[in-house]
């Protein structure tokens, strides 16, 4: 039984060792670059790739297998699709090749293959590098070479992003701009949040395909500050690109609109200086309203919000600017937040105003004063002179003590109450409790005492005869 079980094994060994080289296998790993890519893009895959070595040398009259090759993705039941076939730039791989371009324009007739069948969702894929012949681009038959050899990578897709590696981790960037509506020529500040935020890596900020500027992602964010002079709406994004593809995957936000126009409202004083947002105008002052974004050559009304002054009219130029060039503030108008508020509505463009905020200051309390001086003067001071000097003297000179020391009339009761009760009241009070605090300590240590003499005298802590 010992001999035929020995004989058994040795028919299995020996029939997996004839069978080993049918079977595909790896001879050597294939870089990348750059290490990463959009699964969105026209072409995935793109850049160059490096082969470690040299395809067959096999050649049978003008059919050969070393001037062509083909990529695959190992989809996850582990069939294969091609990703790109006809791989010609370098060629021919009858030695290490680097940097075999994978642009098209360097590869006369290269197919580009779909990968939206191959690579399926989130998770690690194998990429195969063969090479072809130069007809029908097909792998070596096995009596050229055995074993079916190929070049391997692995990516990790994340999202609409690829990365070489495995296990790298996800990540998601986020755009702001502040900002985010600007007048020509002044600076907005895009801010990239990068989670998890301890990813290291670099954020790319574009608008479309032209990069606006670069900075370094540090705790999780990145800013970048920029000067658009071009009026309009911007569509910006933030692609954050790791430093190290193995660690982290790449990622990409989504647009955020920057908007570059010139204020839609503007107010100046008689001199001319641009005023703040809402700011205090005096009763009779004149300023200047500029409104932009309107229609063009349309008429506008102007009223002022809690007051019934009537004002001209204004017309919009060619370019939707409507200006009022004096409004007067009227002398009764009243004090608190107001406004211009013209009609109708100037929708157009992003941020549009409807009224033109200021406030209007309380009115001056200097005029009222003069009136009530004459008539007080002579015939009070006589009389209540005497009256106050005697009686209201005495009275107040008794209660001092008390409004003196509180300032307040409830509270004056309540302290010259306490001044007389803590003497005699709380003192006293304290005392008691510390006198009977002193006799209860006395009373617990004389019991603690007794009771411990009298355990080691009464037996308590007796023990028995010793053995002999």
Same mark, same amino acid.
């Given at each position: ?11 299995? %060994? ?40 040299? *395809? ?16 695959? %993705? ?13 791989? @010609? ?41 063969? *090479? ?25 897709? +994340? ?8 296990? =790298? ?11 985010? %509506? ?8 895009? +801010? ?37 002079? =071009? ?7 933030? #692609? ?9 995957? =790449? ?11 010139? /204020? ?65 503030? /009227? ?27 200021? +406030? ?27 009256? $106050?000097?005697?009686?209201? @003297? ?22 010259? $109450?306490?001044?007389?009760?803590? +003497? ?16 209860? =300590?006395? %009373? ?11 355990? #080691? ?12």
């Amino acid at each position: 039984m010992a001999a035929c079980a020995l004989l058994a094994l040795g028919l299995v %060994v020996l029939a997996m060792s004839q069978s080993q080289p049918a079977r595909a296998a790896s001879v050597g790993e294939f870089t990348m670059t750059p290490a990463g890519g959009r699964m969105s893009d026209p072409q995935p895959i793109a850049g160059s790739i490096a082969i470690p070595g040299a *395809c067959p040398a096999a050649t049978i009259e003008d059919l050969n297998w070393n001037s062509v090759l083909a990529l695959y %993705v190992v989809k996850a039941d582990g069939t294969e699709v091609k990703a790109l076939n006809g791989i @010609t730039n370098k060629a021919p791989y009858t030695a290490a090749t680097p940097a075999v371009s994978l642009v098209a324009a360097d590869n006369p007739g290269m197919v580009v293959s779909s990968l939206s069948d191959a690579i399926t969702g989130d998770g690690t894929y194998e990429l195969r590098l063969r *090479c072809v012949d130069n007809y029908d681009w097909a792998v070596p038959p096995d009596s050229i070479v055995p074993g079916d050899p190929y070049w391997t990578q692995k990516i990790t897709v +994340t999202g609409d992003n690829w990365v070489v590696g495995t296990g =790298a981790e996800a990540t998601q960037v986020a755009l702001t701009a502040s900002p985010a %509506v600007v007048a020509p020529g002044e600076e907005t500040t895009l +801010t990239a949040t990068v989670s998890p935020a301890a990813a290291a890596g670099t954020v790319t900020f574009l608008e479309g395909a032209t990069t606006l500027g670069q900075a370094t992602v540090a705790s999780g964010k990145a800013e970048f500050k920029t000067s658009t002079p =071009a009026e309009g709406d911007h569509s910006v994004t933030a #692609r954050f690109t790791p430093g190290n593809a193995a660690d982290w995957g =790449a990622s990409e936000s989504a647009p955020f609109a920057v908007t570059v126009q010139l /204020p839609r409202y503007e107010m100046r004083d008689a001199a001319g200086k641009l005023l703040a947002y809402n700011p205090e105008l005096q009763r009779g002052q004149t300023v200047k309203v500029l409104i932009r974004g309107c229609q063009p050559n349309a008429t506008y009304s102007m009223t002022m919000f809690h007051n019934d002054a009537t004002f001209p009219a204004a017309t919009a130029d060619a370019s939707g600017t409507v200006t009022w060039s004096t409004l007067t503030v /009227p002398d009764d108008a009243v004090a608190g937040a107001s406004n211009w508020d013209y009609s109708p509505d100037c929708t157009g463009g992003k941020n549009p105003v409807r009224a033109v905020d200021f +406030t209007v200051p309380e009115p001056s309390s200097g005029s009222p004063s003069a009136s009530p001086t004459d008539s007080p003067t002579d015939t009070p001071s006589g009389e209540p002179t005497d009256g $106050s000097s005697s009686e209201p @003297t005495d009275g107040s000179s008794g209660d001092s003590s008390g409004t003196t020391t509180t300032g307040g009339g409830g509270t004056g009761g309540d302290s010259t $109450s306490g001044g007389t009760s803590p +003497t005699g009241g709380l003192a006293s009070t304290g005392s008691q409790i510390a006198l009977f605090s002193g006799l209860g =300590a006395v %009373v617990l240590v004389t019991a603690g005492v007794l009771a411990v003499r009298y355990g #080691r005298r009464e037996g308590l802590l007796k023990f028995g005869d010793p053995r002999s």
